[in-house]
T-cell receptor, first 115, second 111 residues
Framework: SQKIEQNSEALNIQEGKTATLTCNYT??????LQWYRQDPGRGPVFLLL?????KEKRKERLKVTFDTTLKQSLFHITASQPADSATYLC??????????????FGKGTKLSVIP | DAGVIQSPRHEVTEMGQEVTLRCKPI?????LFWYRQTMMRGLELLIY????????DSGMPEDRFSAKMPNASFSTLKIQPSEPRDSAVYFC?????????FGQGTRLTVV
């Protein structure tokens, strides 16, 4: 099964700086990789999906890269704001047999943006 | 969150009691997942269903855990008997073939 590692449990950065979060996986490269945001007391919320043939994807201040050689995805938040403070999780799908699809999540990185 | 309704939001129970967690997903998604989240282990997949059929329950920690999905709009996760180490937040999520939509979770405390 896929093992996912997110580089740090917690990351503190100054408002206005770029936050960079890392997601590494160990086994086969999936067809795509996803990033979610989780706020305290709530379920994870989908942010972005990047496919294996896409090197980079952007959505407003978010940028995700996907390097299947390194087995790594980077998640960037530019011009960070205190409202970006949350836990960010990466997730990878796996398929095995008919009707078998599951999402495996990393433990997440708790980002704190300091005013 | 509006796509998946979980109840109760919080549950406190005594060790040995039966606990039933409920999930009401909106229709139109093929997959339903039950996850458990703790600080130590993060989000762990317990079981998932495809078109109401259980596909993989290898993540269920013990026989004390069971899950059902009698129809596309309802699923339950039951723990019987409950133990303090079952304390966690339990999430229900639905998915097509890509992103998942999570409910707000049930925070379970077993004392």
């Amino acid at each position: 099964s896929q093992k996912i590692e997110q580089n740090s449990e917690a990351l503190n950065i100054q408002e206005g700086k770029t936050a960079t979060l890392t997601c590494n996986y160990t086994n086969y490269s999936p067809a795509y990789l996803q990033w979610y945001r989780q706020d305290p007391g709530r379920g994870p919320v989908f942010l972005l999906l990047i496919r294996e043939n896409e090197k980079e994807k952007r959505k407003e201040r978010l940028k995700v890269t996907f390097d299947t050689t390194l087995k790594q995805s980077l998640f960037h938040i530019t011009a960070s704001q205190p409202a970006d403070s949350a836990t960010y999780l990466c997730a990878l799908p796996s398929y095995s047999g008919a009707g078998s699809y599951q999402l495996t999540f990393g433990k997440g990185t708790k980002l704190s943006v300091i005013p | 969150d509006a796509g998946v309704i979980q109840s109760p939001r919080h549950e406190v129970t005594e060790m040995g009691q039966e606990v039933t967690l409920r999930c009401k997903p909106i229709s139109g998604h093929d997959y339903l997942f039950w996850y458990r989240q703790t600080m130590m282990r993060g989000l762990e997949l317990l079981i998932y269903f495809n078109n109401n059929v259980p596909i993989d329950d290898s993540g269920m920690p013990e026989d004390r855990f069971s899950a059902k999905m009698p129809n596309a709009s309802f699923s339950t996760l039951k723990i019987q008997p409950s133990e303090p180490r079952d304390s966690a937040v339990y999430f229900c999520a639905i998915a097509g073939n890509t992103e998942a939509f999570f409910g707000q979770g049930t925070r379970l405390t077993v004392v």
